[in-house]
């Protein structure tokens, strides 16, 4: 179970060490939005489930989340963990701003390219649980954006109705 979760994407989540690795980077940067963002995460982090402190989703402002996206992206992560690199893709959506999303690549729970294979949505922002509509089909949206491609393509995993 992960001890920080953030309020964006898909809810990614980091145990209490990668946060506290998180937040000692942020808080090095020494930005003002680079510190803010270090002590929410520190704040998650150090919680104590004993003393039944609850768990609150962390809540970036667009600049922290700038900061983050800008200290994931850093060289030192290419041994990241799998939550790191999910972290990261998350971050880096959810910092572009929702009117440059253009195209969803739709993907089936298996894997394969859903019929039709792209979508253009007039309102973006889609997430488990959405219902779309693409030409004459109906898709259900399992999962939320998966990941980006160069920043243009967001991948939705959808079922058909």
């Known amino acids: 179970m992960a001890a920080v979760v953030f ?22 940067r020494r930005s003002p939005a680079s510190v803010s ?8 982090a150090e919680r104590s489930v004993d003393r ?12 922290e989340l700038s900061e983050l996206v800008a200290l ?18 998350e971050a880096r959506l959810a910092s572009v701003p929702r009117r440059s999303l253009h195209t969803f690549v739709l993907v089936l729970e298996d894997g394969t390219p859903a019929t039709p294979p792209r ?8 997430q488990a649980g959405d219902e779309i509509v693409v030409g004459d089909r109906f898709f259900d ?6 990941h980006v491609d160069r920043g243009v393509y967001a991948t939705l995993i959808v079922r058909p109705k």
């Open 37 to 44: 963002a270090a002590s929410k995460i520190r704040g998650q």
């Open 119 to 126: 979508f253009t949505p007039t309102e973006p922002g889609w």
């Open 141 to 146: 949206v399992v999962e939320g954006v998966r």
């Open 7 to 28: 309020a964006f994407g898909s809810r990614p989540g980091l145990n209490e060490h990668q946060a506290l690795d998180v937040a000692e980077l942020l808080a090095r």
């Open 52 to 63: 039944a402190e609850t768990s609150e989703d962390v809540e970036l402002t667009t600049d």
């Open 72 to 89: 994931l992206q850093e060289p030192r992560w290419p041994e990241e963990q799998p939550a790191f690199a999910h972290l990261r893709d």
